[in-house]
């Protein structure tokens, strides 16, 4: 994770992903370990998923996408914002 970090620009989206959900008997990680995963590293979601029946995976790159969008528009209304403070008008 510190790799990723000190690496990957400061707002991007960390997901944590578990595979083959669809097979509970191989499962060597927990859900809770999973979670506590993410909240520990401070990660935006973790999903359980599956890339034999699709459990999971459009879920997974919808909301990391979506919160990539909404970043995206907030770092454009924090921009727009801040050149209005430092815009001086002359009337």
Not at 28 to 48: C, D, I, P, Q, S
Not at 50 to 59: Q, V
Request: hydrophobic share 40%; aromatic share 8%.
């Amino acid at each position: 994770m510190s790799d990723i970090r000190e690496t990957a620009e400061e707002n991007v989206i960390l997901v944590l992903i578990g595979n083959q959900v669809d097979k509970p008997q191989m499962r060597e990680v927990t859900y809770e370990e999973g979670l506590n995963f993410m909240k520990n590293e401070n990660l935006h979601f973790f999903f359980e998923t599956s890339a034999l029946d699709g459990t999971n995976i459009e879920l997974a790159f919808h909301e990391a996408t979506k919160l990539a969008f909404l970043n995206t528009m907030q770092e454009n209304v924090d921009s727009s914002q801040m050149k209005a403070r430092n815009t001086i008008r002359l009337s």
